[in-house]
């Protein structure tokens, strides 16, 4: 899998055409609020994780109920995507037993798709249109959030902040 770490810096914005099938939607995941933002040296916030069936998607805003809805304009981070199999190959190597990839805090588990593709392009999924916009870069929270050595584990390979283009709802592929 590429790493997007190893993706050449700023592009035009390209439209990447799905070459196989859509990718799966494993889980969706929002939450209210930051748990790591503001709260360097000390202990993470305690905002949980809510695991949705469908999360609607605003354009230019963000997703309804989520910590980053109207962040800021023209927020790179307005959705993020993580990708199941950096997840199972982090819970083995690092030897994790009982961790969900909400831990991850980011809103979209998908399955069948590398990330990297999708750095500086357009996509669409399930209807709803998105602009990868950079890594998720993870921070030393991912030792604390997942166990030792994720941080290290995911540099490179921590995800896909992205913009949404389009209004539209994602839905746990069945």
């Not at 190959?89 to 994790?96: D, R």
């Not at 990330?115 to 950079?134: C, D, K, M, S």
């Amino acid at each position: 899998m590429q790493k997007l770490g190893s993706i050449p810096g700023p592009s035009p914005l390209t439209f990447a055409p799905m070459t196989s099938p859509q990718p799966k939607v494993l889980g969706l995941f929002i939450s209210a609020d930051h748990n790591f933002f503001g709260h360097h040296d000390l202990p993470p916030g305690t905002s949980p994780v809510e695991e949705r069936s469908s999360v609607l998607c605003l354009a230019g805003r963000g997703i309804e109920g989520d910590r980053f809805l109207d962040f800021k304009p023209d927020y790179k981070g307005q959705i993020t995507f993580f990708a199941s199999e950096v997840f199972t190959e982090l819970t083995q190597t690092l030897g994790l037993k009982n961790v969900h990839p909400s831990a991850l805090r980011r809103n979209v588990l998908t399955e069948g798709v590398d990330l990297a593709h999708w750095f500086n392009a357009e996509f669409e999924i399930q209807g709803v249109r998105f602009a990868g916009a950079g890594e998720c870069s993870p921070c030393y929270w991912m030792d604390r959030a997942l166990g030792p050595g994720a941080e290290k584990f995911l540099k490179g390979r921590g995800g896909l902040r992205a913009r949404i283009l389009s209004t539209g709802t994602l839905h746990v592929t069945p």
